[in-house]
């Protein structure tokens, strides 16, 4: 078998931040202000995407990837189906400015970290992370907040949407006295060839799989 291709992100993708704009964010704000730390609790230890990196920042995985080796497979988790009509809207504002006829979100989530909490300096290096657009849009935050992407520290205001560069380091931290809640989702356009990488990739994944 010829050599696999390595792995290369998308060209579309923002290498440092891509503003998007700024989201009506009003109801879903309102929304999940109200969801009990019952369900945050039991949300968070069912979710899919347990990587060291996160630390205690807890999660609720509204659609994940079938396989961090494809983005091209995603599927609904159980709380989509009650927070579908409050996301959409927001997700399709945030998208609003790329112009895909036929966009796909693999993953959307929300993302809550508590003061004092930090997500530790990592990459996004699963294959499936290379191709699809990472977005944030912040729901609550407070100035002790921060975002360091493309080289430097950042603080998102609430409600504006950004693309950041989840391929280079990155990390967060909470320096402030309250919650900083994100909802993160990544997003992709169906009609976009796909990478010469992909195919040679999951055939050897299957070749290995075979044993």
Known sequence: M????????NPRKTTSVRHLGMVDIDNLRNGVLAIPESVWDAENADKPNKFEALDKTRHIVFRFVDSTRDWRGSHDRPAWKQWRDLLEPVLAQAVRTYGYAHGVFPRVMLARMAPGGV????IDANPAAKWPHKIHVPLVTNDGVVFF?????RHFPVGEAV???NLGPHWVRNDGDTD???L???YYDAEQPEPDWLAPMLEADALRQRG
Do not use: D, Q, W, Y
């Open 180 to 182: 900083r809640i994100h």
């Open 163 to 165: 693309e950041v560069s």
């Open 184 to 186: 993160i989702f990544e």
């Open 149 to 153: 992407c493309g080289g430097s520290e």
């Open 119 to 122: 997500i530790l300096p990592h």
């Open 2 to 9: 010829s050599a696999i291709p390595r792995p290369a992100a």
